[in-house]
């Protein structure tokens, strides 16, 4: 199936392509590395769970183990006669192979230490310590161990014999170590899993690894004191899950702890999510490629008549106005596009009007000097409506009622006139009640605002009436010696010029007082930064304040120190996102907090990049922090790749910031302060700054000499 996207061309349509995706695939993503996530750790936690169950069953089995050859030995001691010999007193031939399979060998120590070996062989036998032999002979059995790197490992069992032979001997066995771990060898544990049984010095007694293997100092330090606990390690390269159970023996032996380890390779337990890992891209093309082919043709169906109306709109740009624009989507589009042609046609026949009224409007809205404007009305409002004379009046700021009449007289050589006038209260009356327009005969007493137009023979007036905030501020009046044909095409025209004369006054008002507006605000908005703290009131005006004053010696010109008037009033608004706490701690901050309030010149930047006209303000608010030498933050800009704003404003900041006082010091005295400054010119501060800030300072020292 063939789909046609050259479409996707358009800017719009390829940003709801990728919306179409995004929506789609960003939430398919989050959820499966959500779910991989919280799978992983179900997966850990579980086996962890299964092997700390397992490791408990295999020590409680190995201490059932223990106690069975336990009752074997108790059983072996009261069958011993107490003839001379010592020997078994039932020396059956299944008996003597049960034994076999139970221990390699027993012997009898006497009172005296003396051995004598009932069955098998035990070479090196262990020799009983004072403590270990008391303790046994009182009926509690022994358990011992020997790790030996030749001899192996080799496990011992001592219980008493019976009361009524004739010496207080004890009963000693080897343990088979083959058929005692037997039932714990690797073919019988749960598959991949890996059995150490550790003793007490953490020497290994059983384990299917290879050892040396060396748990972890911190798991090691758990099986001594705790019972149980789970643990990763790794061994040969492979990561490992862990559980350890300890086995209490000292209960119930007269023996050190033994610790169970079961292991399970990670890689094992993880093995169910590499599948998901595998799966999911096949998922995420399959999605992506139905995603595709649905957006595809549903933005087919809506931007194709945008493109065409796009090619409309370059024709008409072109003034091509009998160009037509066909769309068949049977939705919206088609009556747009219906739309637009009317509009083409109408725009066909206003377009000369508009040139010449655009014209006017350039020339009025691009000056800001009310007399500039008034010149351009009488010198072209004649070009876009013929008529006999012009008369511009503009009402006293005082609200007295008088007003300036300026009049414009084609038969005149001198053909601006200037009058001062007294408006009438009915006259301002009738102005107010018709905002739009007001057609005017001359045949009684006219307004006094159209006198100075009676005396030029004007016989009908054409008057516009311009409002300021709703306030009646000026007149506009086309004065005609004949009564005119006008079209309402032709009032509908001189009003919207009217208007747009009242928005060229209103922009030469507004300008000084957006100029003051701006620098309010900007104040009102450092102080507000600044107040988030006690600490840091005054300190956005007071370090702008002396930058400035830097600015001006190193011959910054008006753009420019305005710009650093500007940033500098805004330099601390990254502020606005760091906690009190942070910002009012008594005393050195943690380094979580330290990295936390190195972020606000970039949040500062991050606030004021959606204002164009502060463009040149955000490097300064962004690296006012930055150091000389290369070592300030954020971004370790050093030299002359610090703009020179933020040169000189990180002076400025640091002396204000010194000489004030903070919650975690004291404010500095005005020389050390100095000396600090000049101490650090070359590594924090530009040294050319710094000679400017000490220009400044010698500057006001004078002044204080000067008032004193």
Not at 349 to 357: A, D, N, P, Y
Request: negative net charge.
């Amino acid at each position: 199936m063939k789909i046609e996207v050259t479409f996707l061309r358009s800017k719009v349509a390829r940003r709801i392509f990728f919306l179409f995706v995004a929506c789609t695939l960003i939430p398919i993503a989050a959820l499966a590395i959500l779910s991989f996530g919280l799978v992983t750790k179900q997966l850990i936690n579980k086996s962890q769970e299964q092997l700390r169950e397992e490791s408990k069953n295999i020590g409680q089995s190995i201490v059932r183990d223990l106690q069975s050859i336990q009752v074997e030995m108790e059983m072996i001691a009261s069958n011993l006669s107490a003839s001379s010999t010592q020997t078994l007193s039932i020396p059956s031939q299944e008996f003597d192979a049960h034994l076999k399979e139970r221990f390699t060998g027993l012997i009898l120590i006497t009172e005296d230490d003396q051995h004598r070996v009932l069955f098998g062989l035990i070479p090196d036998a262990p020799r009983l310590g004072q403590d270990d032999r008391q303790d046994i002979l009182l009926g509690k059995p022994g358990l011992f161990t020997r790790v030996d790197p030749e001899e192996g490992v080799r496990i011992f069992m001592c219980i008493a014999t019976y009361s009524d032979l004739p010496n207080k001997e004890i009963l000693l066995a080897e343990i088979d170590l083959d058929h005692f771990w037997a039932p714990r060898e690797k073919d019988k544990l749960q598959k991949e899993t890996e059995l150490s049984v550790l003793d007490s010095s953490n020497n290994p007694l059983y384990s299917t690894l290879d050892f040396p293997a060396t748990f972890p100092a911190q798991a090691v330090m758990s099986m001594k004191n705790a019972h149980s606990a789970q643990f990763e390690w790794v061994y040969e390269k492979k990561r490992y899950l862990a559980s350890f159970f300890t086995v209490f023996l000292p209960g119930q032996f007269v023996s050190d702890e033994w610790a169970v380890v079961l292991s399970m390779p990670k890689s094992s337990v993880l093995r169910v999510n590499y599948i998901f890992a595998w799966v999911f891209p096949l998922v995420i093309l399959v999605s992506l490629w139905v995603v595709s082919l649905l957006s595809v043709n549903q933005i087919r169906r809506s931007l194709v008549p945008l493109e065409k109306l796009k090619e409309g709109t370059k024709r008409i740009a072109r003034r091509e106005f009998d160009s037509r624009v066909r769309v068949t989507s049977r939705d919206e589009f088609e009556e747009v596009a219906e739309s637009f042609n009317t509009m083409a046609s109408q725009l066909g026949r206003q377009f000369k009007t508009l040139t010449t009224i655009a014209e006017i409007d350039r020339a009025i809205l691009s000056s800001l000097d009310k007399a500039r404007i008034v010149d351009t009305v009488l010198a072209r409002m004649r070009e876009v409506f013929p008529c006999d004379s012009v008369s511009v009046t503009l009402f006293e700021s005082n609200g007295a009622g008088t007003a300036q009449t300026y009049v414009e007289d084609c038969k005149s050589d001198k053909r601006k006139q200037k009058k001062t006038i007294e408006l009438r209260p009915e006259d301002i009356e009738e102005l107010n009640d018709n905002p739009d327009l007001i057609l005017i005969e001359m045949d009684g007493e006219p307004p006094s605002y159209l006198v100075p137009m009676t005396k030029l023979g004007i016989r009908l007036a054409l008057v516009l009436p311009i409002f300021l905030r709703q306030e009646l501020s000026g007149i506009i009046a086309l004065g005609y010696l004949k009564p005119p044909k006008l079209e309402q095409e032709d009032l509908d025209q001189a009003r919207q010029l009217a208007d747009q004369v009242a928005v060229a006054f209103s922009n030469a008002r507004l300008i000084e007082e957006l100029a003051q507006l701006n620098w309010g605000t900007l104040r009102a908005l450092a102080r507000a930064i600044d107040a988030k703290s006690h600490w840091t009131a005054g300190h956005s005006e007071r370090s702008t304040k002396l930058a400035l004053q830097i600015g001006r010696v190193v011959g910054l010109n008006r753009d420019e120190l305005d710009d650093l008037h500007r940033a500098g009033l805004l330099h601390d608004i990254g502020k606005l996102g760091i906690p009190l706490d942070v910002l009012d701690k008594n005393g050195k901050l943690t380094a979580e907090e330290r990295n936390f309030m190195d972020k606000h010149p970039s949040m500062g930047a991050r606030i004021l990049e959606p204002i164009d006209a502060y463009a040149e303000v955000i490097p300064i608010v962004l690296q006012h922090h930055e150091s000389f030498d290369g070592t300030g933050y954020p971004d370790g800009l050093s030299g002359e790749d610090i703009s020179l704003g933020a040169r000189i404003f990180a002076v400025a900041d640091r002396f204000e910031a010194l000489t004030s006082d903070r919650p975690y010091r004291k404010a500095l005295n005005l020389k050390r302060t100095i000396k600090y400054i000049k101490d650090r010119a070359g590594t924090e501060f530009d040294p050319k700054i710094v000679n400017a800030f000490l220009k400044v300072m010698a500057q006001e020292e004078k002044k204080q000499e000067g008032y004193r």
